[in-house]
């Protein structure tokens, strides 16, 4: 395991942030690390990068114990946290020298890096002179100079116009080929398209550890349907691959069906050779946003 977190606690005076998590994750896996404000997202990957200790728990990292040996472990981990933090009068392959003479890399590797995230045009300015979204690319940059095996990004698309968001999610899934990426984010659509697992932490604690493939459930779809009748829920027993009907209001129903089939011509063929009027039939399957609103909401 690349990661391996085990019955993580950590108490900030009376609160309890984080409490017994535990998952893991294997290399060339992108995790879309998910919560709402406070829900334990920065403290958990903290622990993970060794700059805060849990109350109790283990934590490896690429098989070191982040707790015991923290430097070893850091050696083979990338880093943006949520407040990116760069020195702003430095320019760009100034700051990126300072940041390999840490991790002992080659000087050769900042060209590298600078083209990887797209800052060759920018290049010759100092951090301040640059936009927040070029500095989120100066810190993704920092964060995978020395190439290391885990990559923990907090929120690493903040500040990106819809173009940069594109290239950078393209370099996120080409870095998880051979890493394992962590990384949190309030953008559903930025999970839906760069990952294949999905972490949802609420209240210090893991409700949802599942493949993407999983949650999305391709093969079922959710029909919205409204008619000029009430009726019982035996009545739509005659629709195929009907797993559940779930009434909204009176003559208001969602239709749940197991197939990759359109099913809104079966029910549309339901209600005329019933003698019902439909007023309204429309798609509502349930995207990763929808879930995770319901998941998370008080």
């Given at each position: 395991?690349?990661?391996k977190v085990t019955s993580v606690t950590k108490i900030y005076k009376t609160q309890k942030a984080l409490n017994e998590v535990s998952?893991?994750?294997d290399k060339g896996q992108i995790i879309g690390f998910l919560g709402p404000n406070g829900a334990g997202k920065s403290t958990m990957m903290k622990i993970l990068t060794g700059f805060i200790k849990p109350n109790s728990g283990k934590v490896f990292v690429n098989d070191i114990?982040?707790?015991q040996n923290t430097l070893e472990a850091q050696k083979v981990i990338g880093y943006l946290p949520e407040h990116n933090p760069l020195y702003n009068d430095m320019y760009i392959r100034e700051y990126l020298q300072f940041q390999a003479a840490i991790f002992k890399v080659d000087k050769n590797e900042i060209e590298t890096c600078i083209k990887k995230v797209g800052l060759e045009v920018e290049a010759h300015k100092k951090i301040h002179q640059l936009s927040k979204g070029y500095q989120q690319r100066v810190g993704i940059a920092a964060a995978i100079l020395h190439n290391p095996k885990v990559l923990i990004l907090d929120e690493p698309t903040t500040g990106l116009d819809p173009n940069q968001l594109v290239e950078i999610r393209a370099l996120i899934k080409e870095l998880g080929k051979d890493k394992t990426v962590?990384?949190?984010t309030h953008i559903m659509q930025e999970v839906e398209a760069v990952c294949d697992h999905v972490i949802i932490i609420k209240k210090g604690e893991i409700i949802i550890d599942k493949k993407l493939s999983e949650l999305q459930n391709?093969?079922?779809q959710i029909i919205?349907?409204?008619l000029n009748v009430e009726l019982e829920n035996s009545q739509f027993l005659q629709?195929?691959?009907?797993?559940?009907s779930e009434k909204i209001d009176k003559n208001s129903w969602y239709l749940t069906f197991k197939t990759n089939e359109d099913m809104r011509s079966k029910v549309f063929d339901f209600a005329q050779k019933n003698n019902f009027k439909i007023l309204e039939l429309s798609l509502e399957n349930k995207t990763l946003e929808n879930l995770f609103t319901e998941l998370t909401s008080n």
């Open positions: 395991m690349s990661i998952f893991s994750a114990d982040v707790l962590l990384f949190s391709k093969n079922q919205k349907v409204i629709l195929e691959n009907l797993i559940l």
